[in-house]
């Protein structure tokens, strides 16, 4: 070992924890539906934590030290599941939180899955296709123990792609002598992927608006549309928003954020993208910050960014008729009080983003099955899921007249409270 250089440190802000904020969204829905003591204290913490720390070769020569975490929060109903990202804001408490919807998001489209997540402390953009690579590999290994087709089950999230789950499976299955394509979700198709899965959140948002909209009595023919993000979740979200008639006036990204009263056409800013990495220059736009982005007039908004964008200070100017979370956790829980006074139909990140969930469910289907489906067939079911699912919680929430995302934490609770209650206490 040559030189060690000092690992990447935690971001401060001035933000609520997320995990604060998930136990609050926990706690109002346990109270709401008198969930038992017991049952409170297992389901607001996560079941297992794990953090390494790990070193990292880098192309010039140094080896640099890296922190990452696994957290599972709940595997009663099946093996974790959820994504891992690269972001240099990760922290222990954020990881938890996301674990956490993840079991909720999990439950709340009923398929047989728990909640996990994962994370590695870094900002991946300046690394080199080898770093990310030997990175990806010694965080596989070192979260390995608890990584199974049967076990906990990784997918993509912010700043990782297929080519990182390829990484992932592959190291796995060196370790264990034989193809484990099951282990992740979110592949390329050519190692056991599944058709339909990188546009799968966004179709799955699209599908949530649609639903809304007709709920609604509202036209989303040329409806004034902002999308905050444009990485996988935000860009497919605003060419399936397009498609379906709204016009995108605004789109951010982390270099800045665009607006145009008259429209912007997602697909020319697709392309615009692959050449410059960013929205922030697209010609016949007006500059916005990110913040002002979110604030602007618009029937739909679609965050498709980090956590905690809409917030107490922000929410009141926040004003359209639709809110599709498409990131996770972006509304806290003061924003949400806000909203619900407003009338602004929020459409919560555990339902809203769950397509993604819902075709990794899908694709590790086929992989255990080494059956694969084709494309009409996956986005028939996921159609099937998302419609199902949304009523569900749409119909709970008007017979109580709460909050969508109240209603979809009780169904998810009660779902996993149920499976709980089955299997008993062991021992
Ligand atoms: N990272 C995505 C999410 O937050 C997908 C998770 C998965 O497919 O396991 O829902």
Redesign the pocket.
């Known amino acids: 070992m040559q030189r060690v250089r000092r690992g990447e440190t935690i971001m401060s802000n001035d933000k609520k924890s997320p995990y604060l904020i998930a136990q609050e969204q926990f706690d109002l829905a346990a109270e709401f539906m008198g969930l038992e003591e017991d049952l409170r204290g297992i389901l607001r913490v996560p079941k297992r934590e794990l953090t390494v720390n790990f070193p990292v070769r880098m192309d010039d020569g140094t080896v640099r030290a890296f922190t990452g975490y696994r957290v599972q929060h709940n595997t009663t109903r099946g093996p974790g599941?959820?994504?891992i990202r690269y972001h240099q804001g990760v922290t222990l408490d954020e990881v938890r939180a996301?674990a956490m919807w993840?079991t909720w998001?999990c439950a709340v489209v009923n398929i047989p899955f728990g909640g996990a997540k994962g994370g590695v402390v870094v900002d991946p953009t300046p690394m080199s296709m080898r770093e990310l690579e030997n990175l990806t590999r010694r965080f596989a290994t070192e979260i390995s123990p608890l990584i199974g087709a049967d076990g906990d089950?990784?997918?993509?999230?912010v700043n990782t792609n297929q080519q990182i789950m390829a990484w992932l499976m592959d190291t796995i299955s060196m370790h264990s002598g034989r193809l484990e394509s099951a282990i992740t979700?979110?592949k390329p198709l050519g190692l056991g992927g599944s058709l339909g899965r990188s546009d799968a959140?966004g179709r799955g948002v699209s599908f949530c608006v649609a639903q809304a909209a007709k709920f609604l009595g509202m036209d989303l023919n040329g409806a004034p549309t902002i999308v905050q993000g444009f990485g996988n979740v935000g860009s497919v979200s605003a060419l399936m928003l397009h498609d379906l008639g709204c016009k995108i006036t605004g789109i951010g990204d982390v270099y800045g954020a665009i607006y145009n009263p008259k429209g912007i056409d997602p697909h020319a800013l697709v392309k615009h993208m692959k050449k410059t990495r960013t929205v922030a220059d697209y010609p016949d736009c007006e500059r916005v910050t990110s913040q002002e982005l979110l604030e602007l007039q618009c029937d739909v908004l679609v965050p498709a960014a980090l956590e905690e964008q809409i917030t107490g200070e922000n929410a009141a100017r926040i004003r359209p008729k639709i809110l599709a979370e498409g990131a996770?956790g972006p509304t806290t829980p003061e924003a949400d009080k806000i909203l619900f006074e407003n009338n602004v139909f929020v459409i919560p990140d555990i339902l809203c983003?769950?397509g993604?969930?819902t075709v990794?469910y899908f694709e590790w289907v086929q992989d255990l099955q080494s059956f694969f489906w084709d494309e009409g067939e996956i986005n028939k079911r996921l159609k099937h899921v998302m419609d199902s699912s949304f009523q569900a919680v749409n119909e709970r929430a008007q017979a109580h007249k709460i909050p969508l995302r109240l209603a979809a934490n009780i169904l998810a609770i009660e779902r996993v409270a149920e499976a709980t209650r089955l299997r008993g206490i062991y021992p």
């Open positions: 599941k959820g994504g996301l993840m998001k089950i990784p997918a993509p999230d979700t979110g959140t996770n983003n769950a993604g969930v990794s």
